[in-house]
């Protein structure tokens, strides 16, 4: 057996994918890095391969892509044709691809120059979940204030644990911490104790059903204030947990009109 060091993650991808001659599936390279690499995290894997999706709308949520770019990097070598597909990412077949700042001040990952983009994920937003929205995506882009060690999950299709899509609703975050547990939090911003942990406790049950395959599972309330019908609800249910945020403003100086460059 060799004592050399395993190498990063997204070069196992890279090189899964060139050994499965360019095009190719999820799930195949997950199953070639396994093989190759026993003993690599199965979520990690699926979560390097969003890093490097340059078309992957996700693929902002990870420390790699955090800031507006063009998709010319070492984490740009690959394109999704179709749900849970991949191949090598070519601009002059698929497009020239970027990382962008939408009108809002929200990254999204668009075609470059298509401006649309812009207006689809105001669309999506919308005013009236504008604060849970917000919530949501910080807390996705920094997981480890929640608990250090946790990674959104990935299912085979590549879809991620951000608003995760299920039979019985819309889960806010959906993670797997250090120990392969999967932890679903719900988020209150407006929505009545009673309703937050009834949702809550029915993502849990349906995650133990069709995504922990055995695994524990574990979950969590966020909230401005966790009140004490909160409190009671969870009680006696050691696997959940609850916990209140705190909104910080820092304000900055701006540059004075003399200090604009003409």
């Known amino acids: 057996m060799s004592d050399r060091p395993k190498p990063p993650v997204w070069k196992m991808v890279k090189e899964a994918v060139e050994a499965l001659g360019g095009k190719t599936t ?7 890095i396994l093989r190759k690499y026993p003993g690599t995290n199965p979520n990690t894997i699926s979560c390097q391969i969003i890093v490097s999706t340059v078309n992957h709308p996700s693929r902002i949520h990870y420390p790699e892509n955090r800031k507006p770019r063009k998709a010319e990097g070492q984490y740009d070598f690959l394109f999704r044709p179709a749900t849970g597909e991949l191949e090598w990412y070519d601009p002059a077949k698929h497009g020239n691809w970027e990382i962008a700042e939408s009108e809002s001040g929200k990254l999204i990952v668009r075609e ?9 994920e105001e669309a999506e937003t919308g005013n009236s979940f504008a604060a849970e929205s917000h919530l949501r995506d910080f807390l996705a882009n920094n997981l480890a204030v929640i608990e250090e060690g946790l990674q959104l999950y990935v299912d085979e299709a590549g879809r991620v644990g951000v608003e995760y899509r299920t039979m019985v609703g819309r889960i806010d975050i959906l993670a797997v911490d250090r120990n392969q547990a999967l932890l ?5 911003v407006e929505r009545g104790p009673d309703a937050v942990c009834g949702q809550l406790m029915r993502y849990m049950s349906w995650v133990k059903r069709h995504v922990a395959n055995g695994k524990a599972v574990r979950g969590l309330i966020i909230a401005r204030h966790i009140s004490d019908r909160i409190r009671y609800a969870i009680a006696d249910f050691p696997n959940v947990s609850a916990r209140e945020y705190d909104l910080n403003i820092t304000l ?11």
């Open 112 to 120: 470059l120059g298509d401006k649309e983009a812009d207006t689809a």
């Open 252 to 262: 900055r100086e701006t540059p004075g009109v003399s200090d604009i460059q003409s």
């Open 26 to 32: 999820n799930v195949a390279v997950r199953d070639w």
């Open 184 to 188: 679903v939090v719900e988020l209150k």
